[in-house]
């Protein structure tokens, strides 16, 4: 099929998106959903204008709205997920935290033994750099927003939420959604 699209298209259409990525920014929403729940979401659009034109018909169709000073309930930290070392403990991989910089260590899964390494979101590069030369396999690393207070809720507003979630995430122009629902 895409023998038969002409040169030409396929050149413009590579230079419309590559303009399009250069001139976007990140946005931030500070929602306050279902059951009072915070919820920060990130976009990446030209302009705030197109975003609340998509953003905001799916905050009142969930029973959600913008709400100043919700970001002040999260932490802006980096995540490493990454494996335990072989014939290691959750005390070796500690001590390996605090030898690269991380902030914390959490053991996410008991059966993988998958990781869960926090940093400072300025050391997420070194941090994961030096967990790679201490021997663990790097799974996954990225900015997250941590919850410092968590809010929680009923069946109905969790279900509720979910619905947001899963809405805002149906949109091209949201990158992530975090909340400090438990």
């Known amino acids: 099929m895409a023998q038969h699209v002409p040169k030409a298209t396929v050149d413009k259409l590579l230079k419309s998106y590559k303009s399009n990525a250069e001139e976007s920014s990140e946005f931030l929403f500070e929602v306050r959903g279902p059951g009072r729940v915070g919820v920060v979401v990130e976009c990446l659009a030209r302009n705030k204008g197109t975003l609340n034109v998509k953003i905001n018909p799916i905050l009142r169709r969930c029973g959600s709205t913008q709400e100043n000073g919700i970001t002040n309930m999260f932490e802006k930290k980096g995540v490493i997920v990454t494996d335990m070392k072989k014939s290691s403990t959750i005390d070796d991989a500690e001590t390996d935290a605090i030898e690269v910089g991380a902030e914390e260590v959490n053991l996410i899964d008991e059966e993988t033994n998958t990781l869960e390494f926090i940093t400072g979101q300025n050391d997420l ?58």
Do not use: F
Not at 136 to 163: F, G, R, V
């Open 125 to 182: 590069v070194i941090v994961c750099s030096e967990l790679g030369k201490s021997g663990y396999n790097c799974k996954d690393a990225s900015i997250s927003y941590i919850p410092t207070t968590e809010t929680s809720l009923n069946i109905l507003e969790a279900k509720a939420l979910e619905k947001l979630v899963d809405m805002l995430m149906q949109e091209d122009c949201v990158t992530a959604v975090h909340t400090n629902a438990v």
